[in-house]
């Protein structure tokens, strides 16, 4: 199957040596200084979700907030050339770079990212967006890969509300989501995957002796306006300056596409880690993830 094919099919694709070895190592020493920076904070901020034992001495981040923002080597990474190409053959020659995260999963710990589409966070006025995952670090099946659900952008939006209030995570049973399909994207450092914005997926805690480092770009076609959170893209200024490829318009698409709006918010809305918590505090999609992997 063709990389087109197999994105159009399946909803994601993954390929090797996206970026070269002077890059990743580029990729490695930016994310290694922002870590080294974390040290200066002891509570979650606009920079960075810390987890519960980060300490000065031992830093321990979950997650590196807008690092486009943060570092002028992801800022580059954001219109790298390769990318760029392979997203105008997965959603158009007009695009917009809308978010930017870098998920840190530290050695024998890492919190799970349980099951949920990132179209149920952020709906637009039509489903031309995916998200792109850099591999920092070499990723295997055992230091916690992003998982994908084949097929699953296809068909309506899955039920991300609990007791009433949007927990940004799925309940794979009520859903009757097979999870023994998940595909493991794996690969070396500079490897990058491309999921369609309405893909399944989620990961579990790291439980190997290797950090997993994951950068993710979020990107959508130009004519796609989004019905939430106009604010992640900026000001109209900024979001003019977000289109990476081609050209703005005033005239979004209207698709039909099935939308669940994302609220009301749980109590603490700020990360997807925080908005998880909402539904694991009264049950344990954690145990339904490590059950995929094995
Ligand atoms: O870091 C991961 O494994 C998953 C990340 C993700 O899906 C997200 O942050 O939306």
Not at 101 to 124: M, R, S, T
Not at 163 to 178: L, M
Not at 204 to 229: G, H, I, K, M, T
Not at 259 to 277: A, G, L, V
Request: glycine fraction near 4%; proline fraction near 7%; charge should be negative.
């Amino acid at each position: 199957m063709s990389m087109i094919e197999e994105y159009k099919q399946l909803g994601f694709t993954c390929i090797e040596a996206v970026f070269n070895k002077k890059e990743v190592l580029d990729l490695q020493h930016a994310t290694d200084e922002l870590i080294e920076q974390s040290r200066r904070h002891n509570v979650s901020n606009e920079k960075f979700d810390l987890e519960p034992n980060h300490s000065t001495k031992n830093p321990r981040v979950q997650r590196i907030k807008v690092p486009h923002k943060q570092h002028p080597v992801f800022a580059e990474a954001v219109r790298n050339r390769k990318i760029l190409e392979i997203l105008s053959k997965l959603i158009g020659k007009n695009i917009r770079f809308r978010n930017s995260k870098l998920n840190i999963k530290a050695a024998n710990e890492g919190a799970a990212v349980d099951w949920h589409q990132d179209w149920a966070f952020y709906p637009h006025t039509n489903a031309d967006l995916l998200a792109v995952g850099i591999m920092i670090d070499d990723v295997d099946e055992n230091n916690a890969p992003l998982m994908i659900v084949p097929t699953s952008h296809e068909g309506k939006t899955l039920n991300h509300h609990f007791q009433g209030v949007f927990s940004g995570s799925v309940n794979p049973d009520s859903e009757k989501i097979d999870l023994s399909t998940a595909v493991k994207l794996t690969g070396p450092a500079g490897s990058a995957s491309f999921h369609h914005v309405k893909a399944l997926h989620g990961s579990s805690p790291n439980f190997s002796s290797r950090p997993r480092r994951l950068l993710l770009f979020e990107y959508a076609s130009a004519d796609a306006w989004p019905l939430v959170d106009f604010e992640v893209y900026g000001d109209f200024h900024e979001f003019q300056e977000k289109i990476v490829l081609g050209k703005s318009t005033l005239h979004p698409r209207n698709e039909p596409e099935h939308i669940i709006m994302p609220f009301p918010r749980p109590p603490n809305p700020d990360s997807i880690y925080r908005i998880q918590e909402f539904r694991r505090q009264s049950s344990s999609p954690t145990t339904e993830l490590q059950s995929a992997v094995t």
